[in-house]
């Protein structure tokens, strides 16, 4: 049963629009959400994290938005670069310390020049 | 060196054949998990150590599935009697204590295991 789900399997988005990513889970007792991104044969890499506490966070061009009562949260990265074409993997765990965490199918983005 | 590293990062088995997984965490990291990554999946949980305590291991498939941490830094993942339905990307990820500003898990490259 998967409790995390990214429902879109591919983005496209020309270079210097915004890319939004969206994420959605199940589990009301997810307390704390992060994104990584993977390029092939690596692993993947933390981009930017979110706990339950805040609506936003930002790093630069990246920021999650999360809307607790829906479950759902986002990713938007402006303005996107062809260097952000990866595969971008959304993350739920219990609470911030917690081992465990919960991994959606994962995002192909393409950044069109 | 500064990140997680893994070996070997491509094994081919015959069915039936036993594999070792090697994780070398960052050094200083208590905590070592690793996840098994199907084709066009996200990442699955298969065990958690703390120093050498395996604290968990709900996520290991079958009792072919083993791990180990005996000194508390490299880890083994152990499969023995390989099917084709083991064949994944296995990730090994690593952690420091936990906190609020030390949460975030850092991934290895993977072994890519094909079983044939």
């Known amino acids: 049963d998967q409790q995390v789900k990214q429902n879109s399997p591919s983005l496209s988005v020309q270079e210097g629009r915004i890319s939004i990513l969206n994420c959605d889970y199940t589990?009301?007792?997810?307390?704390?959400f992060l994104w990584y991104k993977k390029y092939p044969a690596e692993g993947p890499t933390f981009l930017i994290s979110i706990s339950s506490i805040k609506d936003k966070n930002e790093d630069g061009r990246f920021t999650v938005f999360l809307n607790k009562s829906a479950k759902h949260l986002s990713l938007h990265i402006v303005p996107s670069q062809p260097g952000d074409s990866a595969v971008y993997f959304c993350a739920a765990s219990g609470s911030v310390g917690d081992y465990k965490l919960s991994f959606g199918a994962g995002t192909t983005v393409t950044v069109r020049a | 060196g500064a990140g997680v590293s893994q070996s070997p990062r491509y094994k081919v088995a015959k069915r039936g054949q036993d594999v070792a997984l090697r994780c070398d965490p960052i050094s200083g990291h208590v905590s070592l998990f690793w996840y098994q990554q199907a084709l066009g999946q996200g990442p699955e949980f298969l065990t958690y150590f703390q120093n050498e305590a395996q604290l968990d291991k709900s996520g290991l498939p079958s009792d072919r599935f083993f791990a180990e941490r005996p000194e508390g830094s490299v880890s083994t993942l152990k499969i023995q009697r390989t099917q084709q339905e083991d064949s994944a990307v296995y990730l090994c990820a690593s952690r420091g204590l936990a906190g609020i500003s030390t949460d975030t898990q850092y991934f290895g490259p993977g072994t890519r295991l094909t079983v044939l």
């Open positions: 589990n009301s007792m997810f307390d704390y």
